[in-house]
């Protein structure tokens, strides 16, 4: 494989998939969040009807529950802490071709193309690590889980 494939195959699609998942995350966690405090509003403003009007509890309770599930997944699925992990991951990606690219350090010597691919793959290596941690303290119900996703960011799936 030569540099352009590498490029192409490996940075590129995996550049492409960190970027699509950090979007797909921040977009989750902004959607969730924001009926959540809609949801939580309304409650407040509800519950001075409440004696009034007793469907009205009945509202806000469904309401509440609805407020402490959003916060369950919110919790449960980081959504936020996956967005900026992701994007960050992203940026190194396009951060190491880039100086590949413009023969900057550490890519200036006649070993440069292993230097990326190494460097590229340390990366990746260190992503897939926090995905294996992750999905093994999520199935051992452990209740501190770092970045989760549903497949290996390497899989590209």
Request: proline share 4%.
């Amino acid at each position: 494989m030569n540099a352009e494939e590498y490029l192409k195959e490996r940075v590129e699609d995996q550049i492409r998939w960190f970027n699509d998942k950090s979007g797909w995350s921040q977009r989750w966690f902004k959607q969730l969040r924001a009926v959540e405090i809609v949801l939580g509003c309304a409650i407040a403003f509800l519950v001075g009807y409440a004696d009034a009007y007793p469907t009205v509890k009945v509202a806000a309770g469904v309401m509440g529950v609805a407020v402490a599930a959003i916060g369950g997944l919110l919790s449960l699925y980081r959504f936020q802490e996956n967005s900026v992990e992701y994007r960050v991951t992203a940026e190194s990606l396009k951060r190491e071709k880039f100086l590949f690219l413009t023969q900057a350090p550490p890519f200036n010597g006649e070993d440069r193309f292993q230097v990326l691919v190494v460097r590229i793959e340390n990366i990746l290596g260190a992503e897939n690590a926090k995905w294996g941690e992750a999905t093994a303290l999520k199935s051992s119900g452990s209740p501190r889980s770092p970045s989760v996703s549903t497949q290996s960011p390497s899989s590209n799936a």
